[in-house]
């Protein structure tokens, strides 16, 4: 016993016949469901015509698959309307069924490139990319309403070289990315923050020592903790640092082994490793001094899951450091200084809240993918929409 619904993976079918042509399966089809006309639901029609639909179907392994479907075309008696007839899975006037679209749609998110895709399924690239973008509409318009994240992370990527780079909106809890927005100035995102609903539920913001994001975040999140990433603090730390190192010892700094341990933790390092970096220090005990800072700095910053009383001894220590930048003599440490001044309050931040923004960063990776496997978008819609519903 054959069942219909198992061959063609749609409910109502009758199977009339199967057969093998020029390496095409052919299947021929009838629809046995009531027929009713959809304008007033009445069953009272009369037949005026009746044609061959042949919809492309689901694809058996390499083998194309064709549906013969007997269509008439039927006129109600009650409003007296003229229609065709309506098919389980196959939307009026399409030529491919919900199935195979579906399977073209999968296999184009798994990576299949539309080319070759078009070429293996015999149907054009231009309409690999339709039916793609059909189907990631109809997901994303599941999900419309969503609602602004109660944590979110802010942080830009690069998008091309015509329209530069794009902001990342990433909500933290679940992992998804909640949006992106061509642009990172002001201007670009003043537009969307202004008309974005729900910005009073956002309760944390992670975000790198960009000033403009902060200002935008302190304008429109009026509920919202701004936590400084600590990734780039440290990475600023370690950038400043080996600018001052550049300055005191020209020769010594280009040494790339030298560089990398310098750029550690101290715990990474291994006991022959720090014996090196003493014995380069030799040369220039000034730069041993500011070496030790440096370390001593960073481990402040690595703390978390600080409660509020163990925070005010490292606030202290902290703004300590601070006033010994300012007052080190040094161009480079004392910019630095001035850096961390003004983010003193977001980088404190870190310490009670554990969020960051490596997740960002990965779907940062997620999305050079995406770009790459299209070649690149010129239409920042397109990229939205598949960073939206591919990132998620
Ligand atoms: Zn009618």
Redesign the pocket.
């Known amino acids: 016993m054959i069942s219909p619904e198992a061959v063609l993976g749609l409910p109502g079918y009758q199977i009339t016949g199967i057969q093998e042509v020029a390496g095409k399966i052919r299947i021929s089809a009838r629809h046995a469901g009531p027929k009713s006309?959809p304008?007033?639901?009445?069953t009272r029609l009369r037949i005026k015509d009746k044609r061959i639909r042949q919809p492309r179907h689901e694809s058996w392994g390499l083998r194309h698959c064709v549906l013969e479907l007997e269509s008439c075309k039927f006129r109600?008696r009650?409003?007296g309307?003229t229609f065709g007839q309506r098919f389980p899975g196959l939307l009026p006037r399409k030529r491919a069924t919900e199935p195979f679209r579906r399977s073209v749609f999968q296999a184009h998110y798994d990576g299949v490139n539309r080319s070759r895709l078009g070429r293996r399924e015999k149907i054009g690239s231009a309409t690999v990319e339709r039916w793609f973008q059909d189907y990631l509409r109809r997901q994303l318009a599941e999900r419309r309403g969503a609602v602004c994240p109660r944590v979110l992370g802010i942080d830009e990527h690069f998008f091309s070289r015509k329209d530069g780079y794009a902001t990342t909106f990433c909500d933290l809890r679940r992992h998804t990315i909640f949006d992106v927005v061509l642009g990172r100035s002001q201007a670009a995102l003043e537009d969307y923050l202004t008309k974005l609903p729900g910005k009073d539920r956002v309760r944390v913001v992670c975000m790198d020592l960009a000033s403009v994001y902060r200002a935008q975040v302190r304008k429109h999140f009026p509920n919202a903790k701004i936590v400084a990433d600590r990734f780039h603090v440290i990475r600023l730390i370690n950038h400043h640092f080996l600018a001052c190192w550049r300055e005191i010892d020209p020769i010594g700094s280009k040494h790339r082994g030298l560089l990398s341990l310098m750029r550690r933790h101290r715990h990474n390092l291994k006991p022959e490793q720090r014996v090196r970096l003493e014995l380069s220090f030799d040369q220039f005990p000034a730069l041993r001094e500011i070496y030790r800072f440096k370390q001593r700095l960073c481990y402040l910053l690595l703390k978390k899951h600080r409660t509020r009383k163990p925070c005010e001894p490292l606030a202290k220590r902290f703004l300590k450091a601070l006033y010994e930048l300012s007052q080190a003599g040094l161009a480079q440490l004392v910019q630095l200084g001035q850096t961390l001044t003004s983010w003193a309050a977001e980088i404190a931040t870190m310490w009670r809240f554990t969020r960051n923004n490596g997740i960002t960063e990965g779907f940062h990776t997620k999305m050079e993918v995406l770009q790459r496997q299209a070649y690149g978008f010129r239409n920042f819609s397109n990229y939205r929409l598949r960073v939206r519903i591919m990132c998620s």
């Open positions: 006309c304008h007033c639901n009445s109600c009650d409003c309307r």
